[in-house]
Each structure stands twice: as structure tokens, then as C-alpha cells.
């Protein structure tokens, strides 16, 4: 089975250099690294993790084409390819609409953004002269003084209808948000498979990745609360909310929104229940989420990312449940 590691960037980079080296010793394909606003960044920590692996590819997740212009996207993954060739990919994404205005981005005319954006990327990252001129960005001439010795795959973040078709359509794959039940994830697909018949392609030309929040222990209460603190953090968004009512369970988003706002993770972990956790997660003993991984792979993921929760021992037993995959 294919799968990747995902960091969210809420613990040390420390911590998650010791976890990119077991999972690059365990065989996992990728290391995928969440780009949240006020935490660790996503693209310095994507080379740490490259200069401290030998195989697994490293992907920096989403580049935001409201934090990062198309050229600083492109000479940053140009030198990351530099210095390991052939092990990294891109995502490209709006972000977090909620943590961009904290820090005075608006979120405006995604799709439109979004596609100008990938096009502008993959130009420039081909060591073109790039002369774009969109609604959105402007480009006047400029050509990478450099360019990577292979392809770079660009994935897309989607979660909503409209945005999955796009990925579709101009992605080379396509990433899940973190929290989506695996009936959403079906629906998903069926949106994502919209936009590559559009694009003329077929579905299976669109790699179907997903982090899955993920929570190993023999003690299910321990696991059940490591899940709740992240689960807190993106459902407080309600761009989720179709997402949760496919998994059967109710969130109250303005109070998770102000929890969160105060940084209040306790309070937060209160607002989201046992059952959203289950319907949400990889969560519980360790054939428990064996069992429930194959449930995300049959909704439609090719590429499984899990996501770990808890502290760093907690965190490591999530790398050697894949180790046995």
C-alpha cells in the first residue's frame, strides 16, 4: 500500500526531522508538510527534511498564492529540487481562509486565482520567459535562472465541489483536507473525475491524495483526545460543513472559532465529539486503525497521508503502524 507522513507544524522541527528519518527508514513513499499560518513553515522545514533523508520524496503543503507569489513558489521548490533530485513534488492551495485574515490576507476569486496560479508555477518552473498577464497575476518577462532536472508534480487542495473539479482539471493529483470521512471523500472523487472529463483526461491520470488525522494507542481514550486538538483546529472553517454531516455528526463552528481564536485547546477539544472523532480519523488500538485505514483507501484515496497525533511517542507509533503496512 502506498502512504505518505504528514507534520502539521504544531510541534518542533526537531521532532519532526526524528520522524522523517524513521519514516524514510520504514519505506514510506512521501513526508508531506502543512503550510498553517503562525506555525512552523512549511517550505525551510521541507529542506530540512531533504538534507536529513536518503529516498522518501518531501512535498511542501499548499503554497498559497496569497502568501506566496508564483515566482518565490518556483525558485523555492527549484532549489529543493537542486539539492535532492527526483524527491520532490508541490501543492498548491487557497490555505486556511480563517488563519489568512488573522494576518490581513483575504481570500478572493479562488478558482480564478487558483488557475492563473498553477499555470504561472508550471511555466516557470519549465525555464520558460514567462509573459502572463490574468486577472489575477501579472508576469513581465521573467525566467528562472535555474530550472529542476525533472518534472515537479503539482497537486491541488481542494475541499469543496467547484475546486475539486479544477483540480481535475489542471492538477497532477489532487490533496484532501485533513477530517474528510471517507463518504465524503467518494463524493469527492466523483467531483474530481468531473474535471478531468473536462480536461479530456482520465481519472486515473488524477493522484487522489489525502492526510488522515491519525491516532494509535492501546488506550482509546488517549487516543481519542490526541485526535480531538487538530479536528478542533480545521473544523472550526465551515467550508467543512458538508463534510461533517456525510459523517454523521454536528460542530458548533463559531464557538470552535472563538476557542481557537484564544489559542484555548482545551475549551476546543470539548466542542468536537467521540463520534466525530471516529467518523473523522484513524483513531484507536493499532488493528483498529488497520481496519479503519482500508475504509478511507475503499472511499477513493490512492495515496493515504496520515497525519500524527499525540505526543512524539504517540507520533512514532503512527510511523511503525505504516511500517507494517
Same mark, same amino acid.
Not at 8 to 28: C, P, W
Not at 40 to 47: F, G, I, V, Y
Not at 131 to 159: C, D, E, L, W
Given at each position: 500500500?502506498?502512504?505518505?507522513?504528514?507534520?502539521?507544524?504544531?510541534?518542533? =522541527?526537531?521532532?519532526?526531522?526524528?520522524? #522523517?528519518?524513521?519514516?524514510?527508514?520504514?519505506?514510506?513513499?512521501?513526508?508531506?508538510?502543512?503550510?498553517?499560518?503562525?506555525?512552523?513553515?512549511?517550505?525551510?522545514?521541507?529542506?530540512?527534511?531533504?538534507?536529513?533523508?536518503?529516498?522518501?520524496?518531501?512535498?511542501?503543503?499548499?503554497?498559497?498564492?496569497?502568501?506566496?507569489?508564483? +515566482?518565490?513558489?518556483?525558485?523555492?521548490?527549484?532549489?529543493?529540487?537542486?539539492?535532492?533530485?527526483?524527491?520532490?513534488?508541490?501543492?498548491?492551495?487557497?490555505?486556511?481562509?480563517?488563519?489568512?485574515?488573522?494576518?490581513? =490576507?483575504?481570500?478572493?476569486?479562488?478558482?480564478?486565482?487558483?488557475?492563473?496560479?498553477?499555470?504561472?508555477?508550471?511555466?516557470?518552473?519549465? /525555464?520558460?520567459?514567462?509573459?502572463?498577464?490574468?486577472?489575477?497575476?501579472? +508576469?513581465?518577462?521573467? !525566467?528562472?535562472?535555474?530550472?529542476?532536472?525533472?518534472?515537479?508534480?503539482?497537486?491541488?487542495?481542494?475541499?469543496?465541489?467547484?475546486?475539486?473539479?479544477?483540480?481535475?482539471?489542471?492538477?497532477?493529483?489532487?490533496?484532501?483536507? #485533513?477530517?474528510?470521512?471517507?463518504?465524503?471523500?467518494?463524493?469527492?472523487?466523483?467531483? +474530481? /473525475?468531473?474535471?478531468?472529463?473536462?480536461?479530456? !483526461?482520465?481519472?486515473?491520470?488524477?493522484? =487522489?491524495?489525502?492526510? +488522515?488525522?491519525?491516532?494509535?494507542?492501546?488506550?482509546?481514550?488517549?487516543?481519542?483526545?490526541?485526535? !480531538?486538538?487538530?479536528?478542533?483546529? =480545521?473544523?472550526?472553517?465551515?467550508?467543512?460543513?458538508?463534510?461533517?454531516?456525510?459523517?454523521?455528526?454536528?460542530?458548533?463552528?463559531?464557538?470552535?472559532?472563538?476557542?481557537?481564536?484564544? %489559542?484555548?485547546?482545551?475549551? #476546543?477539544?470539548?466542542?468536537?465529539?467521540?463520534?466525530?472523532?471516529?467518523?473523522?480519523?484513524?483513531?484507536?488500538?493499532?488493528?483498529?486503525?488497520?481496519?479503519?485505514?482500508?475504509?478511507?483507501?475503499?472511499?477513493?484515496?490512492?495515496?493515504?497521508?496520515?497525519?500524527?497525533?499525540?505526543?512524539?511517542?504517540? %507520533? !512514532?507509533?503512527?510511523?511503525?503502524?505504516?511500517?507494517?503496512?
Amino acid at each position: 500500500m502506498r502512504l505518505g507522513l504528514c507534520f502539521d507544524g504544531f510541534y518542533s =522541527i526537531n521532532e519532526m526531522v526524528e520522524l #522523517a528519518r524513521l519514516a524514510d527508514e520504514a519505506g514510506l513513499e512521501s513526508i508531506w508538510m502543512s503550510d498553517h499560518i503562525c506555525f512552523r513553515d512549511s517550505l525551510t522545514s521541507a529542506m530540512a527534511f531533504l538534507t536529513t533523508t536518503k529516498r522518501i520524496a518531501v512535498v511542501p503543503a499548499p503554497l498559497s498564492p496569497y502568501s506566496r507569489p508564483p +515566482i518565490v513558489s518556483a525558485m523555492a521548490l527549484a532549489t529543493m529540487e537542486e539539492m535532492a533530485r527526483g524527491r520532490v513534488a508541490a501543492t498548491v492551495g487557497t490555505g486556511n481562509p480563517m488563519a489568512l485574515e488573522e494576518v490581513g =490576507i483575504k481570500v478572493t476569486r479562488p478558482l480564478r486565482t487558483m488557475r492563473e496560479y498553477v499555470q504561472a508555477l508550471r511555466s516557470l518552473l519549465g /525555464g520558460e520567459t514567462v509573459q502572463f498577464h490574468g486577472q489575477v497575476f501579472n +508576469i513581465n518577462g521573467a !525566467k528562472m535562472g535555474f530550472k529542476p532536472s525533472s518534472p515537479i508534480r503539482i497537486y491541488m487542495t481542494a475541499v469543496k465541489p467547484k475546486m475539486l473539479a479544477l483540480a481535475g482539471e489542471i492538477g497532477d493529483g489532487v490533496l484532501l483536507s #485533513a477530517g474528510c470521512a471517507p463518504k465524503y471523500i467518494a463524493q469527492c472523487v466523483g467531483e +474530481i /473525475g468531473k474535471g478531468a472529463e473536462r480536461a479530456g !483526461k482520465s481519472l486515473r491520470q488524477s493522484d =487522489i491524495a489525502g492526510f +488522515i488525522t491519525t491516532s494509535v494507542s492501546e488506550n482509546a481514550r488517549e487516543a481519542i483526545e490526541a485526535s !480531538k486538538t487538530f479536528l478542533a483546529y =480545521i473544523f472550526r472553517n465551515r467550508h467543512h460543513e458538508e463534510n461533517i454531516r456525510m459523517g454523521g455528526g454536528r460542530v458548533d463552528h463559531e464557538s470552535l472559532a472563538a476557542a481557537i481564536g484564544r %489559542r484555548d485547546w482545551e475549551g #476546543a477539544k470539548k466542542l468536537i465529539s467521540d463520534e466525530v472523532v471516529f467518523a473523522h480519523s484513524i483513531t484507536g488500538t493499532p488493528s483498529e486503525c488497520r481496519k479503519r485505514l482500508e475504509e478511507f483507501v475503499q472511499g477513493g484515496l490512492d495515496l493515504p497521508i496520515l497525519l500524527p497525533m499525540g505526543t512524539q511517542e504517540a %507520533r !512514532k507509533r503512527v510511523v511503525e503502524l505504516a511500517r507494517g503496512l
